[in-house]
């Protein structure tokens, strides 16, 4: 799985070095967007917090429709609460959810008030590598006046899959169609493989699941467009 960024680089460049060929003829542009909002998850399968998403945009457009290549790093903290409700422990010591995507995607483009207002809508896909949040789980036994240590990691604390998202951006164009500002929201959703290693001290003992994680996010975002 660790190959398919390796595959879908060489995809996406395959794809824009077309995307330049076809729409060179017509009057296109380039555009280079950054955002950064909300990363919503909407998996139980995750545990997490609402976090927060960075996103690197490049797009290719003509009036109607074009061509964009998504970067985007995605970072949510644990429910540590509710994980430790579930697994009845008294503390426990946490990493993150961290994704990080690269994604091609089509777009159809609206246009409003005399091309002040733009409505970008887009279906895509790519990949994605997310790092397994590791987790020592603490339980304190008071007649003994013990405590006992629960960790919970992976084999691979890093897994690539394939993911897919669709989403709308509405643009306002600020001056002399150079520079934009804008609202996006955007589903990414994608399956990760983990072999889920548990190890239990006092007394010693280790159990491997082999699981299966859905990570789907709503992103809601806010950013800046710059017409190149």
């Avoid at 960075?54 to 609460?81: A, C, P, R």
């Amino acid at each position: 799985m660790k190959t398919l960024f390796h595959y879908v680089s060489i995809l996406f460049i395959i794809l824009f070095l077309l995307a330049n060929t076809s729409v060179k003829a017509q009057n296109v542009s380039n555009e280079l967007s950054f955002s950064i909002g909300s990363a919503i998850p909407i998996s139980d399968d995750m545990t997490a917090l609402p976090g927060i998403n960075y996103q690197l945009d490049y797009k290719i457009m003509n009036k109607y429709f074009g061509m964009q290549m998504s970067f985007s790093v995605i970072d949510n903290n644990l429910d540590s609460d509710l994980l430790i409700k579930n697994h009845q422990a008294s503390s426990m010591i946490e990493a993150k959810w961290l994704s990080f995507s690269m994604m091609m995607k089509l777009v159809a483009r609206a246009n409003f008030l005399n091309n002040k207002l733009l409505v970008d809508f887009n279906l895509g896909a790519g990949a994605m590598i997310t790092a397994f949040p590791n987790q020592i789980y603490k339980y304190t036994v008071n007649a003994e006046n013990q405590v006992y240590t629960t960790g919970v990691a992976a084999d691979e604390d890093n897994q690539t899959a394939f993911v897919f998202g669709a989403g709308a951006r509405v643009k306002y164009i600020l001056s002399d169609e150079q520079l934009g500002i804008f609202a996006s929201y955007d589903y990414l959703s994608g399956t990760q493989n983990y072999n889920i290693v548990t190890t239990i001290l006092s007394p010693l003992s280790m159990d491997k699941t082999f699981t299966k994680i859905k990570m789907s996010y709503s992103i809601i975002n806010v950013g800046v467009t710059f017409s190149l």
